[in-house]
């Protein structure tokens, strides 16, 4: 579905935001993208949703780009308007708008509730789970989630993941960015681990198992240290 060869990006005036990057994700796969603060994680998604280009290196799809599902880290649906409203509206936008299609989110995020409620009403972990709802709700073939269960309870944290999981089962894919290890291996067949900008590794669903030896690679990763 994707390939990423060789690309880097550079802020004007700064550093290298990413460095000689190249990874493949295929149809109805889910990675992880791991690494602490300021790694490249953001910067790769908008590469990947276009909303930037690479100073070097290209982007390519398997055929024409597809519809994608982007969750930023921060950015709160258009103020004023209400939930029901803004759940419906990038699948009006994309034409693909079904009621009994968007009730399955609505339902499962718990939103009933919130629909009659202007979106400046709620609070960060309701307004997150709104976005998730009007993502999903526009049928992406590609989510690009953006330290998604951010503010949200355990609950909703669960749902989200059932609810990736069950994307996948219909050939959605995603790039799951986050800082929890233990919720992205329960989502994810694999990682890709930013660290400064580049690749520190790459890791495939047999290497991508919860356990001792999976946090101990990590760790070494994030201090440099060579494996034994």
Known sequence: MLQLNQVSYRY?????ALRDISLHLSAGESKALLGPNG????????LVGQLIEPTSGSVKWSSKRPALGWLPASVVPTAFLKVKEVVRQLAELRGNYSPAYA???VSSLALE??????????SFGQVQRVRLAQLLIAKPRLLLLDEPSTGIDLEGALCLEQ???DAQSEGVSCIYAT????EAVRIC???????GGEMATSLDE?????GPNLTERLRRIALNERAA
């Open 206 to 210: 047999s290497d991508w198992q919860p």
């Open 12 to 16: 004007s005036g700064s550093a290298w």
């Open 113 to 122: 509730p919130l629909l009659d409620k202007p979106v400046t009403d709620l």
């Open 103 to 105: 009730q399955r989110f």
């Open 179 to 182: 800082h929890q290890v233990d």
């Open 189 to 195: 067949q694999g990682a890709w681990v930013l660290k």
């Open 163 to 165: 609810l990736i999981v």
């Open 39 to 46: 790694s490249g994680k953001s910067t790769l998604l908008k």
